[in-house]
């Protein structure tokens, strides 16, 4: 079987940046979540942790991007009180987890702010189990993975 760098390559179409580890593997065994270095191989900041590489999930969640999901979603943290706090305790999570760099989830850096991308918040939730406000992202999929064929292959 393939290594995981060259089947993250390959679900990528380019060369990981600052690939570190595979966190997470879908149903059929393949990368779905790769956690990154805080810096790149030539030592520039990489703010994103962990990075979705399954096409199929990336995709599902690039459709609610696409549908206004960053602004549904960052309005929704700044008004529920449960998400602000969830978003948070996430952010704290990601600065205790990568101290290098000051950002949170995303690389986020003003408290208060939207949310940048919904797939950094997914897959943070993937990585890091009980992360409420990825996991409700995560719930607007109607399949988390493909149904019978992995899309890696």
Do not use: N
């Amino acid at each position: 079987m393939d290594d995981d760098r060259a089947i993250v390559e390959r679900q990528l179409g380019r060369p990981p940046r600052a690939f570190r580890a595979v966190v997470v593997r879908c149903p059929f065994g393949r990368p779905a979540v790769t956690e990154q270095a805080p810096l790149d191989e030539s030592g520039e900041p990489f703010p994103t942790t962990y990075w979705l590489t399954c096409r199929h999930l990336a995709a599902a969640i690039a459709r609610l991007e696409a549908a206004g999901g960053v602004e549904r979603w960052s309005r929704l943290a700044r008004e529920d009180e449960e998400l602000r706090e969830s978003l948070e305790r996430g952010h704290e999570e990601q600065r205790r987890l990568r101290p290098e760099l000051l950002g949170g989830i995303g690389g986020q850096t003003r408290p208060g702010g939207g949310l940048k991308c919904l797939h950094a918040h997914a897959a943070f939730a993937l990585a890091r189990p009980g992360y409420e406000l990825g996991d409700r992202i995560l719930a607007e999929i109607p399949s988390l993975w493909p149904g019978e064929t992995c899309c890696s292959r």
